[in-house]
C-alpha cells in the first residue's frame, strides 16, 4: 500500500463539481433557479450551438452586490441558508451554494450584474477555483446575467460525450425549461437557440401569466391545453396533489414525448413512480381512440414541510416522501375515477 493523503483541493472540487452540474439540463437549471430566488419575473436563456458554445441566463432579479462578488462564485457559499435547521423553513430553489462553484471548475463562467439601485454594471470574470480575476464597468439594466462557455471543457470524457450526443441533450434541457415555464406564473420565460448562421429561434415562451392553465397554453399550446382537465386529490397527512391530466378521451401522441412533470410545492422533481401510476392506469383504461397516445399530467404535490427531504441528490431531483405510497395509491384512485367511472369501485393495490 502506498500512503494514504489527501487529493488537492483543485481535483477534489473538479471530481465533487461534474456530479452538481451533471449534464447541460442540470446547468441550465441552476442559472434559472438563481434567477428565480433573486426574484425575477423576467428570464431569458440564449443558447449558442445548442447551449454547447455558450448558455447565457438573463434575469431583472435583485442583481449581487458588490460585497458578494467575490464569495458569489465560491463552494458552499450562499445567501439561503445559514445552518441545517434553516432547510425546515426554506422556500428558495438553492441552498447548498454549489451550482456556480462547480461551473466555474467545468467551464468558463462570466457575471454581469447590477442591483436595483446600483448607478451602473459591472461584468464580473472567475477563474476554475471561483477566484474574482476581474471587474469591469458596463451599461446593465438592474438583475444579472450570467454566461457559461464551453461547458465541461475540464472534464473530458464528458465534454466529447456532450458534443457528441449535444441534439439528445439540448432535448432533455428543453424538458427541463419546460417545467420551470410551466409552474413559474407570473414570470416570463424565454429560450432561444442560435445555431450557425440560421437566425436565433425561440424554443420555449412563456408570457408572465398567472395562472398554470394559462402557462400550458403558451408552452403546449390551445390543442394540448383542451385535452386537459383539472384534478385535485386529498392526500394523507394534509397532503394534496393538483393540476391537470388528460381527459379520458385526450392524450398526447407518441411522437411528442412525455409530458408527465412532477413539482412537489412548486419545484420540479422526479417522481418514476409517480410517473408509472400515471401511465399505468393510463394504458389499462384507454379505449380505442386512446390506445396509441400518452397521457399528459402536471401535478404539483403540496405537502407540509416536515414530511419531506429534497436534499437526497446535489440536483434536488430526487426526493424521500413520508406516506409516498398512499399518496400514489389516492392519486391511482383518482385517475381511475376520472378516466373510467364505471371501474372506480374496483380495489386498487398494485402502487410499489
Ligand atoms: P445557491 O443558489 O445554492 O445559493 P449558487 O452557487 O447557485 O448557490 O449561487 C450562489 C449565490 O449567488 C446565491 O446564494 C445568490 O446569493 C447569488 N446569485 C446567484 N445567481 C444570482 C442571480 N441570478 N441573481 C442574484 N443573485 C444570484
Ligand atoms: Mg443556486
Redesign the pocket.
Known sequence: MTAIKPIDRGSVHRICSGQVILDLGTAVK??V???L??G?TNIEVRLKEYGSELIE?A?N????RPD?YQ???LKY?????RCFTDLQELS????????????CALADVS?V?RTTDGAAGVRLTYDHAGKLMGTAATARAP????AVRELFKHLPVRFKEFRRNVKREYAKLLAVLQAYALIATSVRIICTNHVGRAARTTVVSTQGSPTLRENIVTVFGSRVADGLEPLIVEGPSGATISGYVSKATAGSSKSAGDRLFFFLNGRPIDLPKGSRVVTDTYRSLSSAATAHCRPVAILDLQLPRHSYDINVTPDKRKTFLHHEDELLNALQKALQELWEPSRSTFAINNVV
Open positions: 441552476e442559472l433557479e438563481n434567477s430566488d433573486a425575477a441566463v434575469d432579479g435583485c442583481g449581487i458578494n464569495a458569489l462564485t457559499h450562499t445567501s439561503k441558508l428558495t430553489f438553492g441552498f447548498r451554494g454549489e451550482a456556480l462553484s462547480s461551473l457575471v450584474t438583475g444579472t446575467t450570467v
